[in-house]
């Protein structure tokens, strides 16, 4: 059966194109790196004894000369059993490494293409990508088509063809006033992924044809690579003439394609029962945790990876439940969620993460216990070894010292 059961969406994540460089959830990081943070603490702290051992034997202060070697004492003991508290979800049985996650092109292929493109959806595909996440709004008179900004601003050249209306909601326009506008040349103009340079000109060129697509269109291509389509759903402003009925609007433009329903992915929450009465074959991905006596049977969540904690990813996989996070763009977050056991991912990056045969690394449980043992005995041996060499120099130092004192007693005697 086809793989898409279990992918989500991206959905509600706002992603500015110029802050591509985001910064990555911090505690992911730690985790993800604690074995070598471990290993490289243990040597920093194994080199501190020299600096500290000197200090010990040399200060006359007696209350540091107890302080310093105690709280130094503390700090190594609680070095040597941290691995006791890492859980890092790398240090596993290759054996029991979960399968790789699915990739799923967040807009499409948004680093080579501009987002929400035709162009965008052809290079994903090209790629390999069987997946693709969009955003869909329902235009003034009635044409669902992919935008995922409240405005045009952003992506299209709206302020030079409509100057006066360029702040607009994205659906107050008309379908025939939509085309009007270029979908592309943002994307060169501004290179948010710094990726322009590696276009050629028949690219470049390509881009600057592209236009903003409607759910028909991509939908269309979608039916004829077999690939899936996932997407968020924004309601229109009140007064637009399809606020009440922008669902039945989106749900029949897909049913009037014929694409086959498990084809779809539907992420939206509106009108999920109508949804799925009007559309039984429709995959259906919440975007929430489960809750206690939850009255929905959840088989598939998409949830950002910085909500989501390695036992909690567990937790929902051990119980058949499909897990898509968001927005994974770095090797090594993904490396962490893969083998944290995500069923998918959604990014911007799909050419990094797609030829990956295995996470970045992973150790087996009795090598880390053999590197933490040896790691631990090792610093500890050299700690010893720095405050026996430093207490040495210094006694050595006492005694040239002691001799320099007597020399200059006896000269002053002499003379």
């Known amino acids: 059966s086809h793989l898409v059961s279990h992918f989500g969406s991206l959905g509600n994540c706002l992603l500015d194109c110029e802050g591509t460089h985001r910064v990555e959830n911090g505690w992911q990081f730690l985790q993800a790196t604690s074995p070598f943070l471990h290993i490289g603490a243990v040597i920093g702290v194994s080199a501190l004894a020299w600096p500290l051992a000197a200090y010990f034997w040399e200060t006359k202060n007696k209350v540091l000369k107890c302080l310093l070697p105690f709280t130094y004492i503390i700090l190594v003991c609680a070095l040597f059993v941290s691995p006791l508290f890492i859980s890092s979800p790398c240090i596993m049985k290759a054996s029991k490494l979960p399968p790789k996650p699915q990739i799923i092109g967040h807009r499409g292929a948004p680093m080579f293409a501009p987002e929400n493109t035709m162009l965008s959806l ?46 607009h909601n994205s659906s107050d326009f008309t379908w025939s006033e939509l085309q009007r506008l270029n979908a592309g040349e943002w994307f060169l103009q501004r290179n948010p992924f710094g990726t322009g340079g590696s276009l050629t000109d028949a690219e470049r060129r390509e881009v600057m044809q592209q236009r903003i697509p409607s759910l028909e269109e991509v939908v269309m291509a979608c039916k004829e690579n077999n690939i899936s389509i996932l997407f968020d759903l924004r309601q229109p402003q009140s007064g637009h003439p399809y606020n009440e009925s922008f669902v039945n609007v989106t749900v029949h433009t897909i049913l009037n394609t014929s694409i086959p329903q498990d084809l779809i992915l539907w992420l939206p929450d509106d009108e999920r029962e109508e949804v799925i009465e009007m559309a039984p074959g429709f995959k259906q991905i919440y975007g929430r945790r489960r809750e206690q006596n939850d009255t929905d049977s959840l088989d598939a969540v998409n949830l950002s990876y910085i909500n989501m904690s390695v036992s909690e990813i567990r937790s929902y996989r051990q119980d058949n439940i499909s897990v898509n996070l968001f927005v994974v763009n770095k090797p090594w977050l993904f490396s962490h969620v893969w083998c944290a056991g995500a069923t998918s991912v959604t990014t911007n990056a799909f050419h990094l993460l797609k030829d990956l045969k295995q996470p970045i690394w992973l150790m087996d449980p009795d090598s880390y216990l053999i590197i933490w043992i040896v790691a631990d005995v090792t610093a500890f041996i050299h700690i010893i070894w720095a405050f026996l060499v430093q207490r040495a120099c210094f006694k050595k130092r006492e005694e040239e010292d002691s001799e320099v004192v007597l020399l200059m007693r006896i000269e002053n005697l002499v003379a």
């Open 122 to 167: 052809e290079k994903m595909v090209k790629s390999g990508g069987k997946v693709f996440e969009t955003d869909v709004m329902v235009s003034w008179d009635g044409i669902p088509f992919l935008m995922h900004d409240e405005t045009l601003l952003r992506t299209t050249n709206v302020k030079q063809v409509f100057p006066y209306r360029s702040r």
